[in-house]
């Protein structure tokens, strides 16, 4: 299976603190994506990161990418509460053109 | 950009009945959406994937005529749920791809089904 897993599947932090969330994958992939969710909502595309590709940033977000270790994570700096949401790896293996989402990482951010 | 929406967002239901979910690309053409279930604390499984103007290509394990999937344009997508059944309650999610390249999705707000 593709599937990727996060760790850890929860977190709890304060205000102004960094997240880290990691997501490990089984097979050779073409790029790896990350996504949030808000409790009974949809999901809301984060970032890419292409498997040629070791780190990148968008804002307060920086995922790196280790293919050697077929993992990668997802660090969120001066977190806020509103970034209170589940996190989902997505990988995608090209070709048949199917993303493949993990587990997801429930992120409780504390005021 | 890149806005898909889903309708409708909530739908309360009796058993037997059937029940369809739309979902439109509004602002680009998505010549593949997909349809995911989701069960309470569990990550998104992937029922289908629908290309515009052919049959839609369903997962292992679910059931193509219990779950209907149409896409008659490149914005719009419905999934009928036929026969509800109580089984059936889920959180339901759509989303719509705009670059084969990229392989990103955007998606729907999602449609919480509950079936009595």
């Known amino acids: 299976s593709q599937q990727g897993e996060e760790d850890p599947q929860a977190l709890s932090i304060q205000e102004g603190e960094n997240a880290t969330m990691n997501c490990s994958y089984k097979?050779?992939?073409?790029?790896l994506q990350w996504y949030r969710q808000n409790s009974g909502r949809g999901l809301v595309h984060l970032i890419l990161?292409?498997?040629?590709?070791r780190e990148k940033h968008s804002g307060r977000l920086r995922v790196t990418l280790d293919t050697s270790k077929k993992s990668s994570s997802l660090l969120i700096t001066a977190s806020r509460a509103a970034d209170t949401a589940s996190y989902f790896c997505?990988?995608?293996?090209?070709?048949?053109?199917?993303?493949?989402f993990g587990i997801g990482t429930k992120l409780q951010v504390i005021p | 950009g890149a806005v898909v929406s889903q309708h409708p967002s909530r739908v309360i239901c009796k058993s037997g009945t059937s029940v369809k979910i739309e979902c439109r690309s509004l602002?680009?053409?998505?010549?593949?959406m997909f349809w995911y279930r989701q069960f309470p604390k569990q990550s998104l499984m992937l029922m289908a994937t629908?290309?515009?103007?052919?049959?839609?290509?369903?997962e292992q394990g679910v059931e193509k005529d219990k779950f209907l999937i149409n896409h008659a344009s490149l914005t719009l997508s419905t999934l009928t749920v036929t026969s509800a059944h109580p089984e059936d309650s889920s959180f339901y999610i759509c989303?719509?791809?705009?670059?084969?390249?990229?392989?990103?999705?955007?998606f729907g707000a999602g449609t919480r089904l509950s079936v009595l």
């Open positions: 997505a990988t995608d293996a090209g070709g048949y053109q199917k993303v493949t």
């Open positions: 097979t050779s992939i073409n790029n």
């Open positions: 602002d680009f053409q998505a010549t593949t």
């Open positions: 629908s290309n515009e103007g052919s049959k839609a290509t369903y």
């Open positions: 989303s719509a791809r705009q670059s084969i390249a990229k392989n990103i999705q955007y």
């Open positions: 990161i292409r498997s040629n590709e």
